[in-house]
T-cell receptor, first 113, second 113 residues
Framework: AQSVTQLDSQVPVFEEAPVELRCNYSSSVSVYLFWYVQYPNQGLQLLLKYLSGSTLVKGINGFEAEFNKSQTSFHLRKPSVHISDTAEYFCAGRSNTGNQFYFGTGTSLTVIP | EAQVTQNPRYLITVTGKKLTVTCSQNMNHEYMSWYRQDPGLGLRQIYYSMNVEVTDKGDVPEGYKVSRKEKRNFPLILESPSPNQTSLYFC????????????FGSGTRLTVV
């Protein structure tokens, strides 16, 4: 079973509209959870991370994510997107039993002018 | 500037010809890892290293070798490359395995013909 599941492979959204990118994790993943962004022809960049504490995590570029233990989810949100947010977004988590990391298959966010 | 440096950026090689992709970080990070990125599959962990002389397999280690003789370097070795190893490879490092705030290299696009 996929350890980290991103439910949407592509998300188109109009500029200045809100967006939510969904991520669910399995029992094999610990509660150390992360979101990364990948712009075209670049490496990945950390957006935000949840290690413990407040379930609402704020990251760079106006993104935030909410950790929900009961729903095993870590969805990423932004209230108003810009053209520059067009990129691939990856959810990731650390293994419960070791030191491996698991990435989701990615969500391609396209912001439409 | 804190960074992870991978070389080369692009490489085309023939089946069976041994190659090494280098990775170096200047942040004194303990944890380093190699990933391959394939369309529709996201990033999959090949090998990781908790510290000098400590390495372990990720999800897709077959056909790859690594070594960690110095803290800053973590080369990826393909002893006998095959076409199914054609992929985009990323090296990443983080302070430790729990922190998970990876710094990624810019990637190496490998084509094996």
């Amino acid at each position: 079973a996929q350890s980290v599941t991103q439910l949407d492979s592509q998300v188109p959204v109009f500029e200045e509209a809100p967006v939510e990118l969904r991520c669910n994790y399995s029992s094999s993943v610990s509660v150390y959870l992360f979101w990364y962004v990948q712009y075209p022809n670049q490496g990945l960049q950390l957006l935000l991370k949840y290690l413990s504490g407040s379930t609402l995590v704020k990251g760079i570029n106006g993104f935030e994510a909410e950790f929900n233990k009961s729903q095993t989810s870590f969805h990423l949100r932004k209230p108003s997107v810009h053209i520059s947010d067009t990129a691939e977004y990856f959810c990731a988590g650390r293994s419960n039993t070791g030191n491996q990391f698991y990435f989701g298959t990615g969500t391609s966010l396209t912001v439409i002018p | 500037e804190a960074q992870v440096t991978q070389n080369p950026r692009y490489l085309i090689t023939v089946t069976g010809k041994k190659l090494t992709v280098t990775c170096s970080q200047n942040m004194n990070h303990e944890y380093m890892s190699w990933y391959r990125q394939d369309p529709g599959l996201g990033l999959r962990q090949i090998y990781y290293s908790m510290n000098v002389e400590v390495t372990d397999k990720g999800d897709v280690p077959e056909g790859y070798k690594v070594s960690r003789k110095e803290k800053r370097n973590f080369p990826l070795i393909l002893e006998s490359p095959s076409p199914n190893q054609t992929s985009l490879y990323f090296c990443a490092s983080s302070l430790n395995s729990k922190d998970g705030g990876y710094t990624f290299g810019s990637g190496t696009r490998l084509t094996v013909v």
